[in-house]
């Protein structure tokens, strides 16, 4: 069983090359589980998210993807990579159910988002505005490390995120150097 509120809260200085292949492979195993399954067609896009995707970054030694599905689709693509791939599924909610796995000693936090739900956009905006900015970059790793010092607990840990990525949000709706394809969200989870 991999779950992820037993994971330690273990910040890592970035393998960022390392975690770019392991974020391609597991792109691959999930995309053949689904296209195995007859699901491809539902697929929109598949994110590489998280403190993992952002050069420079320490991180949890863990591979965030975001697989962007159609909004009747999260159900089946969940179930699909759960049975296919193992690890262990929670339905969040309609629009969210993370699969979480461990290949080859890596684990992968494979989030299934329905494509209207805001939670991937927040994760592509806060990795993109992450990347572009070293100054805001450094302050968010050093909150990270703040933060892993203080909490144990997974909850307690992001939680004490939301404030910087409320703000790391209004960045990206104000600053011309980012731009999305999509309207940036207004609200954190």
Not at 96 to 122: C, L, T, Y
Request: contains cysteine; hydrophobic residues 40%.
């Amino acid at each position: 069983m991999v779950n992820p509120n037993e994971d330690p809260i273990e910040l890592v200085p970035s393998r960022h090359e390392a975690w770019h292949e392991r974020f391609d492979a597991e792109r691959d195993r999930v995309q053949d589980a689904l296209c195995d399954a007859g699901l491809e067609s539902v697929v929109e896009r598949i994110e590489h998210v998280g403190s993992t995707a952002v050069p420079g970054l320490a991180a949890k030694d863990i591979v965030d993807l975001d697989i962007v599905v159609a909004d009747d689709a999260v159900d089946d693509v969940s179930r699909t990579l759960e049975s296919e791939l193992g690890g262990d599924r929670i339905e969040n909610s309609d629009e969210w159910h993370p699969v979480f796995r461990r290949e080859n000693g890596q684990r992968f936090n494979d989030h299934v988002f329905a494509a209207s739900d805001d939670g991937w956009k927040i994760s592509v905006v806060t990795r993109d505005v992450l990347r572009a900015s070293p100054a805001i970059r450094a302050e968010y790793e050093t909150l990270k490390f703040d933060l892993a010092s203080e909490h144990d607990e997974l909850v307690a840990y992001s939680t004490g995120k939301r404030p910087f990525v409320e703000r790391v949000l209004e960045v990206a709706r104000t600053d011309e150097a980012v731009a999305f394809e999509f309207s940036v969200p207004v609200d954190h989870r």
